[in-house]
T-cell receptor, first 115, second 111 residues
Framework: SAVISQKPSRDICQRGTSLTIQCQVD?????MFWYRQQPGQSLTLIAT?????????ESGFVIDKFPISRPNLTFSTLTVSNMSPEDSSIYLC????????????FGQGTRLTVV | GEDVEQSLFLSVREGDSSVINCTYT??????LYWYKQEPGAGLQLLTY?????DMKQDQRLTVLLNKKDKHLSLRIADTQTGDSAIYFC???????????FGKGTKLSVIP
């Protein structure tokens, strides 16, 4: 298993500003991901955080808006840039462990409100 | 794209069994997962099943998979008030590590 810690757990931000969310895993993992959960909705994958190279973004998400860093095998950051109220969501970090990456664990999430 | 469907609400009495159902469209699904999300919290991995299995039991939890019908269910025996939460079904396809989630089923347990 893996224990994933995210900081901050919640924040209220002014529109036009940026917020960086940190994700720390208690063990080295090959794969880390960032998801968004809009109010009352399911989870949508934003991107796969690749160690040592640029993140792989899903359709509808771009690097300028959601820059991601992954400096090592236990840590990643997601920045939500130039925020608008539509960015108000829960952002969740995820890591896959186990043989073949079969187990997928999540952090507790960062609840972002943009005003 | 691939789709995962769940009913949105389920209400059961404390002590009864709960059965949460999920259907999916990806015929290449390799692993299927059940997550629990309590209010204000992240997702807790409850259990997962490989697509070549048809049943997995873990204490009060029983997962049934009908691969032919692409139907997954989670049975919670002796449901307790602490089981009240949103339960998400998710699947991952062959050669992919991306999880596709259902919209979640809100389980309410009546004391």
């Amino acid at each position: 298993s893996a224990v994933i810690s995210q900081k901050p757990s919640r924040d209220i931000c002014q529109r036009g500003t940026s917020l960086t969310i940190q994700c720390q895993v208690d063990s080295q993992v090959t794969m880390m991901f960032w998801y968004r959960q809009q109010p009352g909705q399911s989870l949508t994958l934003i991107a796969t955080a690749n160690q040592g190279s640029e993140a792989t973004y899903e359709s509808g998400f771009v690097i300028d808006k959601f820059p991601i860093s992954r400096p090592n095998l236990t840590f990643s950051t997601l920045t939500v840039s130039n925020m608008s109220p539509e960015d108000s969501s829960i952002y969740l970090c995820s890591a896959r462990t186990g043989e073949g990456g079969t187990e997928a664990f999540f952090g507790q999430g960062t609840r972002l409100t943009v005003v | 794209g691939e789709d995962v469907e769940q009913s949105l609400f389920l209400s059961v009495r404390e002590g009864d069994s709960s059965v949460i159902n999920c259907t999916y469209t990806d015929s290449s699904s390799t692993y299927l997962y059940w997550y629990k999300q309590e209010p204000g919290a992240g997702l807790q991995l409850l259990t997962y099943i490989f697509s070549n299995m048809d049943m997995k039991q873990d204490q009060r939890l029983t997962v049934l998979l009908n691969k032919k019908d692409k139907h997954l269910s989670l049975r919670i025996a002796d449901t307790q008030t602490g089981d009240s939460a949103i339960y998400f079904c998710a699947e991952t396809g062959a050669g992919s590590y991306q999880l596709t989630f259902g919209k979640g089923t809100k389980l309410s347990v009546i004391p």
